[in-house]
């Protein structure tokens, strides 16, 4: 079993940027492949970026923040990152962690383990 934990969330303006960080707890953290999800007020959770179990992991981002945002891991230290940069008002949301199993998660039925979520706001 995983337990993430989720930081780095705030309020930021827009064209701005912050570092989220998902600290994992648990055996072989770097056997799970790592996602970052959100959800906004009123709207269903949506992926944001993924990142396979695999040595310098293979990534993928929604269309949304494709070139905004970046996904990484540093196996040893159990955590992942997501750097966000350029961020928009639409860029706000609560932020959630995943690991998932085999396959990289890209939708929330994928998803084994959440982390409690963090919130992000970008004030216009």
């Known amino acids: 079993q995983v337990q993430l934990v989720e930081s780095g969330g705030g309020l930021v303006q827009a064209g701005g940027s912050l570092r989220l960080s998902c600290a994992a707890s648990?055996?072989?953290?770097?056997?799970?492949?790592m996602g970052w999800f959100r959800q906004a007020p009123g709207k269903e959770r949506e992926f944001v970026a993924g990142?396979?179990?695999?040595?310098?992991?293979?990534?993928y981002y929604a269309d949304s923040v494709k070139g905004r945002f970046t996904i990484s891991r540093d196996n040893a230290k159990n955590t992942v990152y997501l750097q966000m940069n350029t961020l928009k008002p639409e860029d706000t949301a609560v932020y959630y962690c995943?690991?998932?199993?085999?396959?990289?998660?890209?939708?929330?039925?994928?998803?084994?383990?959440w982390g409690q979520g963090t919130q992000v706001t970008v004030s216009s």
């Open positions: 995943a690991a998932s199993w085999l396959v990289t998660p890209r939708s929330p039925g994928e998803v084994y383990y």
């Open positions: 648990g055996r072989a953290f770097s056997s799970y492949d």
């Open positions: 990142i396979s179990s695999l040595s310098g992991g293979t990534t």
